[in-house]
């Protein structure tokens, strides 16, 4: 307060000089505030008057000193004390990444405070021009200051982490040998993944062991989380160059390191890319242990950060460099695909509002080696968002209440779209790129994924108040599927285990299996042999990968439980009652039983068709469950009653 002293001195000097036009009271009296009497009266001129300057100089005193004492109180506010940033001091410092204020629509009142701010702001720049008074130019000042302060604690609050230390880090010599592997030849996972390349994978071990800055939050479940996928690639390939090491040991430092991390509160609050990527990761672990609660909870919140970043809206990225807005796009859509699929799997509407988004795609890579990846990425995007308008315009409550001429409109679109990407994903090019023989087996997989969908399709023209149960297309596209199937697994048959996995993982659990109820019911309704021999191969094939993940052990002893359901019903000639087939292929219910009471046939049952798995009971209450009241597969699978028959 002692450098303002001079301006007081000019505001009270000021004050004193000014004359009176003789009006009682007199304007400059009352702008000041002080008493005001007319000349050779008891207030005027004298002794008075000068009594007048000095209650205004008292006044103008104990407003400098509750000034002071609000700015004091707003610094305590704004500013946390040095005793409490003494008290937690990790080995490695940790922040949030610098990011703009939270992303709010124009709606928002976050969004007014800072059009005031900058009204503010560009107010008290006027004022220094001498065009707004000293009280004015004073108060838009501590306006702005204030506004400032809030937005910088808003952006700031986010700087905390669990404490790391080196001593639960993995060795300096591997990690240095890993970045270099990397950089030489990068594995599967991270040309699979192009939301993640080399050099970032460099960057983030240099600020986690060699810190010129403090760490972002989120970077070492990031590091993790990376690490764990890079280590179990170079295993699984049997790398030579990094045989010194014991890459298991480090394997299952990094998994459990990474779970952990991804349980903290702080992975939850005050979002950054790094823990966008982090739960990325999370979502795609999630996936492979079939866990998708897990894998819907972890996408929740990397949405709400994508939301609280703005990464949805093209107009957030437009003044970040193009390398660092090209990782976020990356990042935002990937998880947008898997969003799509796993809504229209498990009957849920999805996270991603297509009508909320303008996102810009992220821009292919020119390197030839990598370009046929983000073709194909570009395009299953695209199929995730056709996804996405099968659940909104077929099955979500609003699509329900659709009439049967728009809903028949939507079907033969959404229909003529997957397709047409479908053949958009056929034409690329893959020969030229990494790994080239994974990208051509992705490419003969994708009549399995695109037929299975078609099926998701064509079911919704089935209805709980229609009499059609399954319609003829419907049961043409499951038939297509199944035999895409085996067609794709003849492609992986012969290929090692964990290349298995990845088609048991991306490929035969991307859809739902959907198009496996479809030919069942089909079968048992019509006592098909023909039916039974598909569905009898795909089981076999089944068979042969259960042992591969919890969802293929999952998806086999369900398979396996219908299918000797429908070898005794279809041997015996023994039909579903509920259901009649039209000579169109179609399956209906015939109008006495419209309120969908779906059984199997009284027949005798050997001892051993179920093998504690599924019974007659649990198979009759999926079909009505399926047929009647259209749930998802997805969704039946995970009810009690199936669990519960396979403990």
Request: aromatic residues 8%; hydrophobic residues 40%; charged residues 20%.
């Amino acid at each position: 307060m002692a450098a303002r002293t001079p301006t007081i001195a000019r505001n009270s000097f000021r004050a004193r000089a000014i004359k009176c036009d003789k009006v009682i009271p007199c304007s400059s009296c009352s702008v000041l505030g002080i008493a005001c009497g007319p000349t050779g009266t008891p207030g005027g001129p004298g002794p008075s008057r000068r009594g007048d300057s000095d209650d205004y100089e008292q006044r103008f005193s104990a407003l400098q000193e509750q000034l002071m004492s609000i700015q004091k109180a707003l610094q305590q506010i704004t500013q946390p004390s040095t005793s409490a940033q003494a008290s937690v001091q990790p080995a490695h410092p940790i922040s949030a990444s610098p990011t703009a204020p939270p992303f709010e629509g124009q709606s928002s009142f976050h969004h007014e405070t800072l059009v005031a701010r900058d009204a503010a702001y560009s107010a008290a720049n006027t004022s220094r021009n001498g065009q707004l008074g000293d009280y004015v130019s004073a108060a838009l000042s501590s306006l702005k200051t204030s506004l400032d302060r809030h937005h910088a604690c808003v952006v700031q609050s986010g700087e905390q982490s669990p404490i790391q230390t080196k001593d639960n880090l993995l060795p300096v010599d591997l990690v240095v040998a890993v970045v270099k592997k990397v950089k030489a030849q990068p594995p599967f996972f991270l040309v699979s993944q192009s939301w993640i390349n080399s050099a970032r994978v460099e960057s983030l071990c240099q600020s986690i062991y060699f810190p010129l800055n403090p760490v972002a939050a989120g970077s070492f479940t990031l590091f993790y989380g990376l690490l764990f996928y890079i280590i179990r690639d170079y295993l699984h390939a049997g790398d030579t160059d990094l045989a010194r090491f014991d890459l298991q040991s480090s394997l299952k430092l990094c998994e459990q390191y990474f779970a952990t991390g991804l349980s903290t509160p702080e992975i939850m609050v005050d979002p950054t890319l790094e823990k966008i990527q982090a739960l990325l990761l999370g979502v795609m672990k999630a996936q492979e242990g079939f866990d998708i609660q897990r894998c819907w909870s972890y996408l929740s919140l990397a949405f709400n950060m994508c939301q609280s970043m703005g990464l949805h809206r093209r107009s957030t990225l437009e003044k970040d460099e193009y390398a660092s807005a090209e990782e976020k796009r990356r990042a935002f859509w990937a998880l947008y695909t898997i969003d799509k699929n796993i809504s229209l799997n498990i009957g849920v509407t999805s996270h991603f509002q297509d009508h909320d988004l303008d996102a810009d795609l992220f821009t292919p890579s020119n390197d030839p080696r990598h370009r046929p990846w983000d073709l194909m990425g570009l395009v299953i995007v695209e199929f995730a968002g056709v996804q996405g308008r099968v659940y909104d315009q077929l099955y979500s409550t609003s699509a329900c209440r659709a009439v049967d001429e728009q809903r028949s409109a939507s079907i033969e679109r959404l229909s003529t779209d997957l397709m047409a990407v479908r053949d958009r994903l056929l034409a690329i090019d893959v020969s030229p790129g990494l790994y080239a023989d994974s990208l051509h087996g992705m490419a003969a997989c994708a009549d399995f994924i695109a037929y299975s969908v078609l099926t998701v399709i064509y079911r919704a023209q089935t209805r709980p108040r229609d009499a059609m149960a399954i319609s003829s297309r419907c049961y043409e596209s499951a038939t297509a599927a199944l035999q895409s199937h085996l067609k794709c697994f003849t492609y992986f048959r012969g290929r090692q285990t964990h290349k298995q996995t990845e088609y048991v993982t991306w490929i035969l659990l991307y859809p739902s299996f959907t198009p496996f109820v479809i030919v069942f019911t089909h079968a048992i309704t019509t006592a098909s042999t023909a039916d039974l021999a598909l569905l009898q191969d795909t089981t076999s094939s089944l068979e042969l990968i259960k042992g591969l993940s919890r969802g293929s052990m999952h998806l086999y002893t369900i398979c396996e439980a219908f299918v000797r359901a429908a070898q005794i019903l279809v041997n015996s000639q023994q039909t579903l009652t509920g259901l009649e087939q039209h000579q169109d292929g179609s399956l209906v219910m015939p109008t006495t039983n419209r309120l969908g009471n779906i059984a199997l046939p009284d027949v005798p049952w050997p001892e051993n068709t179920f093998e504690s798995t599924m019974n007659q009971a649990d198979i009759s209450m999926f079909l009505n469950d399926f047929i009647g009241t259209n749930r998802s597969v997805m969704d039946i699978l995970s009810s009690d009653y199936i669990n519960d028959s396979m403990q």
